[in-house]
C-alpha cells in the first residue's frame, strides 16, 4: 500500500534561518537524490526561504509548500500553506488563530521533544503538559526524525489517536542528507492532494532517526560556516 503512495518531507530547514542548505540547495537535492515529490519549507519564523523556493520550484519538477515553525510562548508550532508571516511569542491559541485565518494548517511539531521548545511540555526537560488544547490544531507531527529518544514521537502517536488529529511526519533536516529521513505519505502527486489528505486525516508517516550521522553532518557544517566555508545564502 505505501509503495502507492506519494511521499512529501513537511518540516526542513535552510539559511533563512538555521539550516545549513539553501533553499536552492533542497531544491536541487530534493529532485536528484530523493523521490520526494512535495516539501515544506518551515524555518523558524520566517517566511523567506519558503517563498524563494515555491517560486524556483518548478524548475526542479517539486510542488513546495510555504511553511514556517513559529515559536508560540509555550513552545513550536508548524504552519503550512500561509502567506503571511505570523509573530513569534504569542500564546498557541492566537498562533493557530492567526493560521487559520490566512488559509492554512496547524500541526504540533515534536510535541513530546525533551530538547526542543515542544507544546506538550511545560519546560524543556520539565513534566508534560496538562493546559493544552490539543482540538484546536489540525494535526500533530508524530514522527519527526531528529529526536534522539523513539518514546518522544511515540506519545505523540498516542496523543493524536487520543483527539483525533492527522497525523504527519517530518525531517526536521538542517542539512542535505537529513532530508526525507521523516515521511507524510498520501493518495495523488501534488501539494493540492496532500492539502486534501491532511483535511480529511487520510495520512500515513514513515521515516527513520537521524542518528549520530546526522547529528554531526549538522554540526560539520555549523563549524564550517562559522569559520568561513563558503555556504549560499538564500538570493
Known amino acids: 500500500m505505501e509503495s502507492l503512495l506519494t511521499a512529501a518531507d513537511l518540516h526542513i530547514h535552510t539559511t533563512a534561518s538555521d539550516g545549513t542548505a539553501s533553499p536552492e540547495a533542497v531544491l536541487s537535492y530534493v529532485a536528484t537524490e530523493t523521490d520526494l515529490r512535495v516539501i ?46 505570523v509573530p513569534a511569542g504569542l500564546s498557541v491559541t492566537e498562533t493557530v488563530a492567526r493560521i487559520h485565518d490566512q488559509g492554512g494548517m496547524a500541526f504540533a511539531a515534536h510535541p513530546f521533544g525533551m530538547l526542543v521548545p515542544s507544546i506538550g511540555r511545560r519546560h524543556l526537560l520539565g513534566p508534560e503538559r496538562t493546559d493544552v488544547d490539543w482540538m484546536q490544531l489540525d494535526g500533530i507531527e508524530v514522527f519527526n526524525a531528529s529526536l534522539w529518544n523513539p518514546m518522544n514521537n511515540e506519545r505523540a502517536a498516542r496523543c493524536a489517536q487520543r483527539w483525533g488529529l492527522t497525523h504527519i511526519g517530518g525531517s526536521d533536516a538542517h542539512n542535505l542528507t537529513m532530508i526525507g529521513a521523516g515521511r ?52
Open 184 to 235: 507524510t505519505l498520501f493518495a495523488g502527486t501534488g501539494a493540492a492532494d496532500l492539502r486534501r489528505a491532511l483535511q480529511r486525516r487520510a495520512t500515513l508517516v514513515h521515516g527513520r532517526y537521524w542518528g549520530w550521522r546526522g547529528v554531526a553532518g549538522v554540526v560539520r557544517e555549523r563549524v564550517w560556516r562559522q569559520f568561513g566555508r563558503p555556504v549560499e545564502s538564500v538570493s
Open 40 to 85: 515544506a519549507i518551515t524555518d523558524h519564523d520566517t517566511l523567506r526561504g519558503a517563498l524563494y523556493a515555491r517560486e524556483r520550484a518548478s524548475h526542479y519538477g517539486i510542488d513546495v509548500i510555504v511553511g514556517c515553525e513559529i515559536s508560540t510562548r509555550s513552545g513550536h508550532l508548524l504552519a503550512l500553506f500561509i502567506e503571511q508571516p
